[in-house]
């Protein structure tokens, strides 16, 4: 099973600590960042796929419940916070767990427990899909079939990304993280915040660059050995 990446959401320099040293415990999981406050998760999310949120409830500028109903395709969420009154709204946001502070680590672990068994099972169930070769995506109020074969590359503008295929260029509105985790990993490679390439467009590359079908992609400077390694 691949590891389960998340982040910690949580204002308080104790807490998030507790946090930090249970999730080191624990082999199947990476810790991706910690965030003070909601919105600086949102920041961070928009560019990166995350599977797990340890989210806290009481939260500066934005509440963690609010930012929970901000997310379209949200991750797995385990709520932590000391306040009960809000695990029935938690749950009704389809919440993993609630964890009520202060926890100790048999129940920290419990509540992971339950999102390595939905990460396995899914998994599993993408490796029995994996014959598919295309996706669905909403552009201009319709859905478009995309073929992996056709797709050359990828590009983040904001709240859009540009799909660029052998055929034609779109528009859709979605984060580059989540139509990362849509395209199968074996044919396709973020090497930029902002670009995911096809593999088989891979025409050369440097340190610097790549190119593919005849456009120069930059490989950002956090992503430098994502192409060598393939290689």
């Given at each position: 099973?691949?590891?389960?990446?998340?982040?910690?959401?949580?204002?308080?320099?104790?807490?998030?600590?507790?946090?930090?040293?249970?999730?080191?415990?624990?082999?199947?999981?990476?810790?991706?960042?910690?965030?003070?406050?909601?919105?600086?998760?949102?920041?961070?999310?928009?560019?990166?796929?995350?599977?797990?949120?340890?989210?806290?409830?009481?939260?500066?500028?934005?509440?963690?419940?609010?930012?929970?109903?901000?997310?379209?395709?949200?991750?797995?969420?385990?709520?932590?916070?000391?306040?009960?009154?809000?695990?029935?709204?938690?749950?009704?946001?389809?919440?993993?767990?609630?964890?009520?502070?202060?926890?100790?680590?048999?129940?920290?672990?419990?509540?992971?427990?339950?999102?390595?068994?939905?990460?396995?099972?899914?998994?599993?169930?993408?490796?029995?899909?994996?014959?598919?070769?295309?996706?669905?995506?909403?552009?201009?109020?319709?859905?478009?079939?995309?073929?992996?074969?056709?797709?050359?590359?990828?590009?983040?503008?904001?709240?859009?990304?540009?799909?660029?295929?052998?055929?034609?260029?779109?528009?859709?509105?979605?984060?580059?993280s989540e139509i990362e985790s849509?395209?199968?990993?074996?044919?396709?490679?973020?090497?930029?915040?902002?670009?995911?390439?096809?593999?088989?467009?891979?025409?050369?590359?440097?340190?610097?660059?790549?190119?593919?079908?005849?456009?120069?992609?930059?490989?950002?400077?956090?992503?430098?050995?994502?192409?060598?390694?393939?290689?």
């Open positions: 099973m691949s590891k389960i990446k998340c982040i910690i959401i949580e204002d308080e320099p104790l807490a998030a600590k507790i946090l930090s040293d249970y999730i080191g415990e624990v082999h199947f999981l990476e810790l991706k960042g910690r965030f003070k406050n909601a919105m600086l998760a949102a920041d961070f999310l928009r560019e990166n796929k995350v599977d797990l949120i340890f989210l806290d409830i009481h939260l500066p500028k934005l509440k963690g419940i609010a930012f929970l109903k901000t997310l379209t395709n949200p991750p797995a969420v385990i709520i932590t916070t000391a306040y009960h009154e809000y695990a029935v709204e938690g749950f009704n946001l389809s919440v993993v767990d609630y964890l009520l502070k202060p926890y100790e680590f048999e129940r920290f672990l419990k509540a992971v427990n339950k999102v390595k068994h939905s990460h396995e099972k899914n998994e599993k169930q993408e490796i029995k899909s994996g014959t598919q070769d295309f996706i669905f995506l909403n552009i201009q109020k319709k859905k478009v079939k995309i073929l992996f074969a056709d797709l050359i590359y990828i590009e983040s503008q904001k709240e859009y990304v540009k799909i660029v295929t052998a055929k034609k260029t779109y528009m859709a509105k979605i984060s580059t849509r395209l199968p990993a074996s044919l396709f490679k973020r090497i930029h915040r902002s670009f995911i390439i096809s593999l088989e467009r891979i025409e050369s590359f440097n340190a610097e660059a790549v190119e593919v079908n005849g456009v120069s992609i930059p490989i950002g400077r956090d992503y430098k050995g994502v192409i060598e390694s393939l290689y």
